[in-house]
């Protein structure tokens, strides 16, 4: 069964980092293409940060270039998005979805999903 699990959320004030963690269970990452996207309450899913699966190409929104960081380690089946100088507007809940096509930001494009972690910044 193919599964993703993120992990590594949490409370953290303005200005600080969390590094949120992308699991694989039952499928190799080496394959996919991995997006970070986020959900804040009453708002649609966006997409944040993704990676290719060939070259390790990322993209970026602009809402968070500079600031968040997405990497993939295919040794420990684990995808990564560093979360620096973190800002309220952060709130949300993050996912991590994969697809064997590279499909940029788009979630409809993806179609494995993790559970979602949540992310709150506030002081």
């Known amino acids: 069964q193919l599964q993703l699990v993120e992990s590594g959320g949490g409370l953290v004030q303005p200005g600080g980092s969390l590094r949120l963690s992308c699991a694989a269970s039952?499928?190799?990452?080496?394959?996919?293409?991995i997006g970070w996207f986020r959900q804040a309450p009453g708002k649609e899913r966006e997409g944040v940060a993704c990676?290719?699966?060939?070259?390790?190409?990322?993209y970026y929104a602009d809402s968070v270039k500079g600031r968040l960081t997405i990497s993939r380690d295919n040794a420990k089946n684990t995808v990564y998005l560093q979360m620096n100088s973190l800002k309220p507007e952060d709130t949300a809940v993050y996912y991590c979805?994969?697809?064997?096509?590279?499909?940029?930001?788009?979630?409809?494009?993806?179609?494995?999903w993790g559970q979602g972690t949540q992310v709150t910044v506030s002081s």
């Open positions: 979805a994969a697809d064997l096509v590279y499909s940029g930001l788009y979630p409809e494009m993806y179609d494995y």
């Open positions: 039952g499928f190799t990452l080496d394959y996919y293409a």
């Open positions: 990676i290719s699966s060939s070259d390790g190409r990322t």
